[in-house]
């Protein structure tokens, strides 16, 4: 009997609509240990809607919050649009729509997508970014980060889109390309307003120990901080004499020990100091060359295996520890970014640099050579081969003839040696000491010479915060020629976005708001005369980095949430969403969090508890010979189940890729809705495999699904009889129920615990199994099997609950339970194994003891076969599992 899905889908679908089914409020009965808060990560809502993709981690979510109710939580789900965006302005820009049209409409898209789902979603707290009640109280965030110092306004090279005609983060360039629309990124100098998330660099990476993340995750968030320890040193600027001047330039090095080493010096082609340290010979030659940087991304200047590049500025520096002038270079695999956007160069133990002094015939000195090395010294003994340095070192001419006799030791070897620890050659007094003992010597003495000091370094760089573009949140300031830059007053916010003809960027540094007149110019809130107000605006992130606090209290107009909602449920208990967000929206909305709680306003230190990335669902792709793929539409399957190219009739390999539109494998779940109802669609995507892993879509699998729940509705036409299934039973039949309904609520209720969801509908499909054999179903088998499905397939459930003669929704029913002793094995399975080797298997009683375990394994066949002849050496017995016997 087929499962009607089309009717009963949109009837419950409308029920839950109409009662508000899971409308949540912070009710006081449930103590905090019985309240959870589960989150998806939020969706932009693009023109194209959903795809098959999209409802994994929602499907997820759902069936572990309905879960949850049934185990008597009290659950926040909410759901909400992430609206603000490129694609819409982008799409305005084409057409002449407002962005707010286009994007309303496709909330309302994907809004009918996703109830089409039977999501258990509050949508009374939905929110939208980009509505002003949502966007009044992110501009009241960014005044209070600016209040506290944090975010600051500054002329700086950045990472531009020519294309979207705005800046972009670091997090936002992939592969040296614009994340949104793919074209280069190349480099350009102009007024941003930055955020200082560097002073949260520590706190994030500390407290990432308490969270219940995916190791992965919290590993590159600690890399993409990259918190380094070490020295910032001063290099005095040679003057005309070669004496060293007054002016000064400051590096970072994590070796300070190396020094000795550094033969020359570069400079990022955009440090300030670029152009004073530039000789009127060398000013053509470096000005083309930092016109030729600009037009590189980071990841092209940074590249390793990139051919090294630069140009000498004339002019040369002091280094503080021997006085040897060394050349001063630029080049583009410095960063303005990176430490200080200068480095000392130590070509002996750093890559980069060797390949550097190799090419424009630069001098490279060893300074640190190896355990191993110094050992060689003195016949393999390491401390004395150190001390017999130390000696050497005391007197010029003993330390000359050392290194002679050692070549290997001290001279520059064939290739660079990477700078491990090891210890101090050619280092003056700092020669045959180990590398721990002088990294902090020469810290203290440069910090004692008032030469250097011990630092902390961060590859972490402040927030590139704003946008050259009109679709986002206005930002809050104003610029008056009197008293500088001025908040705009919080009773008067939100700052709300202008009416604009042209939503064209300038691609000039200021966003189309600057065209505006009468919005632009203002009165100063301060002083009342003439002002400006700030023309960039927020980046999508911005309204990201905080919504899940606005879901607490969505129509509060008086706080962005009271303490009390805020108290009540936070920290997120369950945040599901994809791993592409580790280090953008994740690491700016804890930093946010930080400063929330820094002045008061939450209760704590990080936002979500526990994290789960859902794997990537792909589809199949086909593969020419040379690697390149072919759209699904211009492939044909020939008779023998290969696969070729229709227009070339070359053969393919089918191939698992991500669904792309181009590719035309994109699988729309409002197609599989139709055809097979949304109970089926997310059963599938729950069947497929593990949450965490990527898997490819196969509509053969969700084929399956959905015959599976045609057996499920069948077997629910059957007669419900009252009977007592806790007592003796007569029926060998419904003994053997009694027993698989134990083990199916164990097994359900754990792995959908330990959203563990395939390997809970497997169990479910032995349930139904066994149920198919009876005439009648014990309705307490019945509707506690009714309400684990319901978790999963909540249509069927419901339909299948009420036909059971209930007339109330069994979302807040209790979670069905079961006897330990019912769910009990009558026998174990015990292998038999010979040296590691599988030889047989036989039945024994659970808890048989060992001597009994190892007497059956010896009179197994298998076990007589393979010790013919042999010798038992031991034998390892695993009660209920195994007894592996060792011979020879």
């Known amino acids: 009997m ?74 926040l789900h909410p759901m909400g649009y992430d609206a603000f965006g490129l694609p819409a302005e982008n799409y305005a820009i084409k057409t002449g729509t407002h962005p707010s049209a286009t994007t309303f409409k496709n909330i309302e898209h994907f809004t009918q997508q996703i109830k089409a789902l039977g999501f258990s979603y509050d949508w009374d707290r939905e929110v939208r970014t980009c509505t002003p009640d949502y966007y009044k109280w992110t501009q009241w965030i960014f005044l209070q980060l600016y209040k506290k110092g944090l975010a600051y ?10 294309e979207c005609k705005t800046g972009l983060a670091n997090e936002e360039v992939k592969e040296g390309k614009c994340e949104r629309c793919g074209a280069s990124v190349t480099h350009k100098t102009i007024r941003q307003w930055i955020l200082k998330i560097t002073a949260y660099a520590d706190d994030l990476i500390k407290d990432l120990d308490g969270l219940d993340w995916p190791e992965s995750v919290k590993l590159m968030q600690r890399n993409w901080i990259g918190r380094s ?60 060359y930092i016109e030729q940087a600009a037009k590189k991304s980071d990841l092209e200047r940074t590249d390793l295996a990139k051919d090294k590049t630069g140009v000498f500025t004339g002019s040369y520096g002091i280094d503080p520890v021997n006085g040897a002038k060394v050349p001063i270079w630029i080049s583009d695999y410095v960063l303005t970014g990176h430490g200080t956007g200068a480095i000392m160069a130590v070509p002996a133990h750093d890559e980069r640099d060797w390949e550097f002094a190799k090419k424009f015939g630069l001098k490279i000195i060893k300074v640190v050579a190896s355990k191993e090395e110094v050992a060689s010294l003195a016949d393999g003994d390491e401390a004395k081969g150190a001390a017999m340095i130390r000696e050497a070192a005391k007197n010029v001419s003993a330390y000359a003839k050392l290194a002679a006799a050692h070549p290997d030791v001290f001279d520059v070897a064939s290739e660079c040696t990477p700078a491990k ?80 003809k042209s939503y064209q960027p300038t691609g000039t540094g200021e966003s189309p708001l600057a065209g505006i007149d009468e919005w632009v110019n203002c009165t100063c809130p301060v002083c009342g005369g003439k002002a400006r107000r700030e023309t960039n605006t927020m980046p999508q992130w911005a309204g990201s980095c905080w919504y899940y606090l606005r879901y607490l209290d969505p129509h509060n107009d ?21 791993a592409e967000h580790a280090v953008l929206h994740l690491l700016y909305s804890r930093f946010w969090h930080k400063v929330l709680y820094d002045i008061g306003v939450v209760s704590t230190k990080e936002p979500f508890h526990r994290l789960i990335n859902q794997g990537m669902i792909t589809s199949f792709a086909f593969q020419r010979a040379n690697k390149s793929l072919v759209p699904v539409d211009q492939v044909e399957e020939a008779s023998d189940g290969s696969f070729k190219e229709k227009e070339t009739g070359e053969k393919l390999e089918r191939v698992i890729a991500k669904m792309s539109k181009s590719l035309k494998n994109v699988v729309n779940p409002d197609e599989m809705i139709q055809n097979y109802g949304a109970d089926s669609v997310r059963m599938y995507e729950m069947f497929m495999g593990p949450l965490t892993e990527s898997k490819p879509w196969n509509t053969q699998g969700l084929i399956g699904i959905s015959r599976f729940l045609d057996k499920v509705w069948a077997v629910g036409q059957k007669e419900l009889c009252d009977i007592d299934v806790t007592g003796k039973l007569d029926d060998d039949k419904l003994v053997s129920l009694r027993k698989t309904y134990a083990k199916t609520v164990r097994k ?6 330990s959203l563990s969801f395939n390997t809970a509908i497997s169990q479910m499909m032995i349930f139904i199994n066994e149920a198919s054999k009876l005439d009648k179903l014990p309705r307490a088998f019945w509707e506690g099997f009714v309400k684990m499905l319901a978790c999963y397939a909540p249509h069927m459930g419901e339909e299948l609950w009420q036909k059971a003669g209930h007339d109330k929704t069994l979302a807040y029913e209790s979670w069905p339970e079961f006897s330990e002793d019912f769910a009990k094995e009558d026998s174990k399975e015990i292998v038999v194994m010979i040296n590691g080797k599988l030889r047989d298997k036989f039945q024994a009683a659970p808890g048989t003891d060992k001597d009994t375990l190892q007497k059956t394994a010896l009179e197994t066949e298998g076990a007589k076969k393979f010790l013919d002849g042999k010798s038992i050496v031991k034998v390892v017995i695993v009660p209920d599992k195994l007894v592996n016997i060792v011979a020879k």
């Open 229 to 288: 320890e070490g020295a910032e040193v001063d290099f005095a600027i040679a003057g005309a004499d070669g004496k060293a001047t007054n002016e000064k330039i400051r590096v970072y090095t994590t070796r300070p020990d190396t020094l000795y080493g550094a033969t020359y010096m570069v400079l990022a082609p955009e440090h300030k100091m670029v152009a004073s340290l530039t000789t009127p010979e060398q000013k053509a030659a470096v000005e083309a």
């Open 2 to 75: 087929a499962y009607p899905f089309g009717e009963i889908e949109s009837k419950w679908q409308k029920y839950w609509d109409d009662n508000k089914t899971f409308k949540v409020t912070e009710d006081s009965r449930f103590p905090k240990d019985k309240r959870r808060y589960v989150l998806d990560m939020f969706p932009y809502p693009s023109g194209a809607g959903l795809h098959v993709g999209h409802p994994e981690g929602y499907t997820a979510t759902d069936i572990y919050c309905r879960y949850l109710r049934m185990k008597g939580y009290n659950v």
């Open 421 to 500: 620890d090891g210890y101090s050659i050619n280092s003056a007094d700092f020669s045959g000491r180990a590398t721990k003992e002088v990294i902090p010597s020469i810290i203290e003495w440069l910090g004692k010479e008032g030469i250097g000091n011990k630092a902390v370094s961060y590859k972490l760089r402040d927030w590139v915060f704003s946008r050259q573009r009109y679709w986002g949140e206005p930002i809050p300031l104003v610029h008056c020629p009197k008293c500088g830059t001025v908040p705009v007053p919080e009773d008067q916010l939100p700052l709300e976005l202008p009416a604009v």
């Open 748 to 753: 359900v209720s754990d792995d959908t615990d």
């Open 558 to 578: 008086k706080e962005f949430c009271s303490k009390e909602a805020e108290s009540y449920w936070m920290p997120v208990d369950l945040y599901v969403g994809g």
């Open 153 to 162: 306004e500054a002329e700086t090279p950045i990472n531009w889109c020519p």
